[in-house]
């Protein structure tokens, strides 16, 4: 039987914003590293100032050994956010997975009301799926991935990409997705007579 099988299923009126810090592209394969996410309704209003962040905890070797393997580039950057420094200091993963699931419920309680948004998203799903099967079980299947729209509203509206920071700190980086999606809205898209300016 389906742990679902009898929990309410409600609208995915509840924007879960989220990005990933992690060791490679590949779930199966790599590591998650860094998770944050802010919350939102569908028309952009933050629910929490705030948000939820956690790093994941791993051992000094551990770390070691993910920096020597890591790509170049992802080596570099964690490098530059001080992102392997801090793993030390995290918590265990399945820790992690209980209290971003306890988080996003204070604002979707039930099942599948809420659903993923950010940028290039289906590798942060993945990673979600691998490492944090509580808190993806929770989730509605259908997402939002913001890189899309940039990409169609450039190639079909003109829009030019939003500059972007690229902390690549998972916080810095979802703050940024949701403002890209405000900027893409202030461009004329995605227009909603009774939308709120957020």
Not at 77 to 102: F, K, N, T
Request: some cysteine; aromatic content about 10%.
């Amino acid at each position: 039987m389906s742990t679902h099988e009898n929990a309410a299923i409600e609208p995915p009126d509840i924007l879960v914003w989220c990005d990933e810090e992690t060791t490679g592209l590949v779930a199966h394969h790599e590591h998650l590293l860094e998770v944050a996410v802010l919350v939102t309704d569908v028309d952009l209003n933050l629910l929490d100032e705030v948000g939820f962040e956690r790093i994941v905890h791993y051992d000094q070797g551990t770390v070691r050994r993910f920096r020597d393997n890591a790509a170049p580039v992802v080596r570099g950057m964690h490098d530059a956010s001080g992102l392997w420094d801090r793993l030390s200091s995290g918590q265990a993963v399945d820790v992690v997975d209980q209290e971003m699931l306890a988080y996003i419920k204070q604002f979707a309680p039930n099942y599948r009301q809420a659903r993923f948004a950010g940028n290039s998203l289906r590798l942060d799903m993945n990673f979600a799926d691998e490492w944090l099967p509580e808190t993806a079980g929770h989730m509605h299947y259908q997402f939002l991935d913001v890189s899309g729209m940039a990409f169609l509203a450039e190639n079909w509206a003109g829009v030019p990409l939003m500059d972007k920071a690229y902390g690549h700190t998972a916080m810095a980086d979802i703050r940024e997705s949701l403002a890209e999606l405000k900027y893409l809205r202030e461009h004329g898209l995605f227009a909603r007579q009774h939308a709120a300016v957020a």
